[in-house]
């Protein structure tokens, strides 16, 4: 299975998403409840399932053009967009996941940079 | 129904799940298949049973005597998988029994499901995503009777099955030089030839039925057929097939005439590298008539109904 590139910023250093506090945190995929109403207004619910999957949104910003070519030949070519699975280790818990890309991933210059560099934002689920 | 099943059914909400388990039995396979439809595995009852999406038809209960069908759907595409690999080998599982149970995610230490069925798999459905059974219960009604369709001249057995019993001789000779000779014009027939092998001594002195020998000496001595008889070439560059050695003219020991009839009748290719050249004696196919039976001898076993109206023999 694929990995998620390693993205450098100078030399070994590694260039991590942003940690505006909101995006190295998670959220569940699905809602695994399901609801019915009945008589009386009474709604039952239940869950569907007993494992609950994760989704992050991730955003990289001041990627170099380097780095942005990395993401991009990987979601293009190595994974196909949201088609093939892949391990990502969260930079919330430095645990490795099994994901893949929910949605498109979105690439901006940053403004007054040349196209130097770039902003990048994506959403992950777990398989 | 187990009373903790009973309580979590009146519960107005509940973060546990309903969970569905089926478990498919097949006759020669000691392990049975269990799936579950939940996205993890679920270990009940001592077994393991493997996430699996699957779904089924709302089960319908009829007072007009029908047999109930509903569908199973296992949505499986790896080819390779267990089910798929079981499927190929084990005709569809037609005649497995599937188990189909719900248990609850809070409650798998139960030893009883809060719903336990059993059905039959009627018939099997591969598509690119999923494979389908239909199962119910077996309606002995629609099946067919008499088992066998009978019919004055053609015979119902399978060639070389176990009800036809025909086998095919095991005699067969490589050989060197053969030469696929032409017959000059019709009805004369074509003949094969060859040096340095004797078609009497190797070949077609083991044909059923039997013939006989005629003349002593061994350059002019030949093998009469009883019947004409059949035989397979293989190896040749051109003229592999079926023959059939015509009774009419004996086999000699360096050359055997073949039928030229509308059938049988091959038009021989010359082979100039002579190539090496297996016969086999015996019949490789039949048409299920009487008449192949007889060339066989092996009309004890011919299937047609002679006694039946109709055909040829109506």
């Excluded at chain 2, 004369?188 to 020998?213: K, V």
């Excluded at chain 2, 397979?232 to 073949?258: E, M, P, T, W």
């Amino acid at each position: 299975m694929a990995s998620f590139p390693t993205l450098q910023r100078r030399g070994t250093e590694t260039h991590n998403p942003v940690d505006d506090g909101n995006n190295l945190g998670n959220e569940l995929a699905h809602d695994p409840a399901i609801r019915s109403l009945s008589a009386g207004g009474y709604v039952t619910s239940r869950s569907g399932f007993t494992r609950l999957a994760d989704s992050w949104p991730v955003k990289y910003t001041s990627l170099t053009v380097a780095n942005k070519k990395k993401i991009k030949d990987f979601e293009r070519v190595t994974v196909v967009a949201g088609s093939d699975s892949f391990t990502w280790t969260s930079p919330g818990d430095d645990t490795a996941y099994t994901v893949r890309f929910l949605g498109k991933v979105k690439y901006t210059p940053e403004p007054n940079t040349n196209a130097l560099f770039w902003t990048v934002e994506f959403m992950l689920e777990e398989v | 129904m187990d009373s903790e099943y009973l309580k979590e059914s009146n519960k107005i909400a509940s973060p546990y799940a309903w969970l569905s388990l089926v478990e498919i039995t097949t006759t020669g396979y000691a392990t049975p298949l269990r799936y579950t439809n939940n996205n993890s595995d679920v270990s009940w009852g001592g077994n393991t049973y493997t996430r699996m999406p699957f779904r089924m038809d709302d089960v319908n209960v009829s007072t007009s005597g029908e047999f109930p069908e509903f569908k199973l759907e296992i949505g499986d595409v790896d080819l390779a998988g267990d089910l798929r690999t079981r499927v190929a080998a084990a005709g569809g599982l037609v005649g497995s029994t599937v188990r189909f149970m719900i248990v609850h995610s809070d409650h798998l230490t139960l030893t009883t499901a809060a719903v336990d069925e059993y059905a039959d798999i009627l018939s099997c459905e591969l598509t690119n995503k999923a494979v389908v059974f239909t199962i119910g219960t077996p309606n002995l009604l629609t099946r067919r009777l008499p088992r066998d369709r009978y019919v004055p001249g053609y015979c119902r057995h399978r060639f070389m099955g176990s009800l036809c019993q025909y086998e095919q001789t095991l005699y067969s000779k490589l050989s060197l030089f053969m030469d696929f000779v032409e017959g000059a014009a019709a009805p004369a027939p074509h003949y094969l030839y060859t040096e340095n092998f004797s078609l009497i001594n190797y070949i077609f002195q083991y044909a059923e039925p039997r013939g006989y020998m005629s003349g002593t000496n061994i350059s002019t001595q030949t093998w009469i057929l009883s019947k004409d008889t059949g035989f397979v070439i293989s190896g040749s560059d051109y003229n592999d097939g079926f023959f059939l050695a015509d009774s009419r003219y004996g086999v000699k020991h360096n050359q055997v005439f073949v039928v030229r009839g509308a059938s049988y009748g091959r038009t021989f290719v010359n082979e100039p590298n002579s190539p090496n050249v297996t016969i086999t004696l015996g019949y490789d196919k039949c048409d299920h008539t009487l008449e192949a039976c007889r060339l066989r001898d092996n009309s004890q076993n011919y299937g047609g109904s002679p006694g039946i109206a109709g055909g040829i023999y109506g």
